[in-house]
């Protein structure tokens, strides 16, 4: 996929202050462990790119994939804290991977955060409204995006 460059309100989502985040406790020292692996998912490379860029300056180990095939491949074989997921992407986008995800992690239920800049066409929305999913629309601030990620691993 080829990389554009990026718009002024892009490079203000990249450049925004990072969030300060305590340090994470060790998975043997503390199974309550915070969380700290995401899968980011988005056919647009510009997107993914500042979502990703924001968890790593919070600490966050991130994937990325900009298929749902290769988004399945990673959840297959990683045990995510969180998803970040665009609503539709050519090969099916967000429903086919949350429905394959949560098949076979139940746990993520409720660690999707979906981002869509499809504003006209009610069939996402149905389907967001229907799993009472956590949204983002496009465009989105970099504040925008910390307070939607707070709100789902809260």
């Given at each position: 996929m080829e990389s554009k460059p990026?718009?002024?309100e892009e490079m203000a989502l990249v450049?925004?202050?990072p969030m300060t985040c305590p340090a994470q406790p060790t998975p043997e020292a503390d199974p309550a462990r915070l969380p700290s692996r995401a899968l980011v998912v988005d056919d647009?490379?510009?997107v993914a790119e500042v979502v990703t860029t924001l968890l790593r300056r919070t600490g966050w180990t991130v994937d990325v994939a900009t298929s749902v095939e290769a988004?399945?491949?990673h959840v297959r074989g990683v045990p995510y804290d969180l998803v970040?997921?665009?609503v539709c992407m050519p090969d099916g986008g967000?429903?086919?991977v949350y429905y394959a995800a949560t098949t076979r992690r139940p746990?993520?239920?409720n660690r999707f955060l979906f981002i869509t800049g499809n504003m006209d066409d009610a069939e996402p929305w149905r389907f967001l409204a229907k799993i009472r999913a956590h949204v983002l629309e496009k465009?989105?601030?970099g504040r925008a995006l910390r307070h939607a990620l707070i709100k789902v691993i809260a």
């Open positions: 990026w718009s002024p450049d925004a202050p647009s490379l510009v988004a399945l491949d970040v997921c665009d967000g429903p086919a746990d993520l239920t465009p989105f601030t």
